[in-house]
């Protein structure tokens, strides 16, 4: 028995209403990836649901997330942009519907389809403006066509971890800048100790806190702050 077109639109909608939560929370970005395509493959009823990206360099795309406990599908080599179903997305930028892929011509993997019991495809781009970042492809156990709808919604799904994929990039940079500049003012701080203490000049500084590091295997920023720490006990005679 199907489920009611009312029933249907509201779980739709409170699967987008969760999605948009999860993209808005601090979450590492594979956990949510993970939970999109959980919850979208519940939504959709899909047997697979996965999330693609793109290397924009090597012009391929790869598997980052999927709900499907196959190893055999989660090590599916990359596909070419242009090659099979996900790459023909990435090249037209629309989302294409194939009623089974175990009998389509361009489908790379018809043997791995007929093994997982998967049959119709649906793969919409992950569009962040007018760029494709990479693609959400939905399977089904059963021959099915999709409709207007669902493919509307899966592409507001794809749209939505678009965005989110790239605000936690961007947020990861911001991190590793401020990071680094952290990173900056204890070894500057660290090396103005040695120069004043010890007299050696600005190079030399450096280099004496790359040897300690190299002979430690610590990083060079805790070498830094344990020469700030041990100027500071001598300064204020914290220890007597």
């Not at 190299?214 to 070498?223: A, L, N, S, Y």
Request: aromatic share 4%; proline share 4%.
């Amino acid at each position: 028995m199907k489920p009611k077109p009312e029933s249907m639109f509201k779980k739709q909608v409170e699967t987008l209403s969760k999605i948009s939560e999860t993209i808005v929370s601090e979450k590492y970005l594979q956990e949510m990836l993970n939970l999109i395509v959980v919850m979208t493959a519940q939504m959709m009823n899909s047997k697979i649901c996965s999330i693609m990206l793109l290397d924009e360099q090597k012009k391929e795309l790869f598997i980052v997330a999927t709900q499907s406990l196959s190893q055999e599908y989660r090590d599916k080599p990359p596909i070419k942009v242009g090659e099979s179903v996900s790459g023909r997305v990435v090249h037209t930028n629309e989302p294409i519907m194939v009623p089974d892929v175990r009998k389509e011509p361009g489908y790379m993997y018809p043997q791995m389809a007929k093994k997982e019991g998967i049959a119709s495809m649906l793969s919409v781009p992950m569009r962040l403006k007018n760029r494709v970042i990479g693609v959400i492809n939905s399977y089904t156990s059963h021959v099915h066509k999709f409709t207007k709808d669902e493919v509307k919604v899966l592409q507001s799904v794809a749209n939505q971890a678009a965005i989110a994929i790239e605000n936690t990039k961007l947020l990861e940079e911001s991190l590793k800048v401020k990071e680094s500049l952290e990173n900056r003012k204890v070894l500057d701080r660290a090396k103005g100790i040695l120069m004043d203490e010890m007299k050696l000049s600005e190079n030399d500084a450096y280099k004496s806190i790359q040897r300690k590091s190299m002979d430690t295997g610590r990083p060079m920023k805790e070498i830094a702050e344990a020469i700030i720490t041990a100027w500071e006990i001598k300064k204020y005679g914290l220890l007597k």
